[in-house]
């Protein structure tokens, strides 16, 4: 089992950055790829960037092309996985989840407790 903890929300201004992080704990050998999620009021979750953790290809999704940036860490315990979010808008606004999938999943299984990013015009 792979635990996941997010940190680094808050409240910014359109415009504004803010750089969020995720630190995986446990059976983090059974992990493939990590990718932060969000799910904005009203609104379905949906999959805003992912990484690989073998060779680090990176894939983001139309609406934060060009503004986030995923990257990723790791020592002896624990992985790491971080957003940088740059020129953000009020539609950023949303629940971000830090996810995890498990080499063999078809799917991501694993999610962290969610960090609230609320972006103010």
């Known amino acids: 089992q792979v635990r996941l903890v997010e940190s680094g929300g808050g409240s910014v201004q359109a415009g504004g950055s803010l750089k969020l992080s995720c630190a995986a704990s446990?059976?983090?050998?059974?992990?493939?790829?990590m990718g932060w999620y969000r799910q904005a009021p009203w609104k379905e979750r949906e999959l805003g960037s992912s990484i690989r953790r073998d060779d680090a290809t990176t894939n983001y999704a139309d609406s934060v092309t060009g503004r986030f940036t995923i990257s990723q860490d790791k020592d002896d315990s624990r992985l790491y996985i971080y957003l940088q979010m740059n020129s953000l808008k009020t539609e950023d606004t949303a629940v971000y989840y830090c996810a995890a999938r498990r080499c063999g999943a078809t799917a991501f299984d694993g999610w962290g407790q969610g960090t609230q990013v609320t972006v103010s015009s």
């Open positions: 446990g059976n983090t050998y059974t992990v493939c790829e």
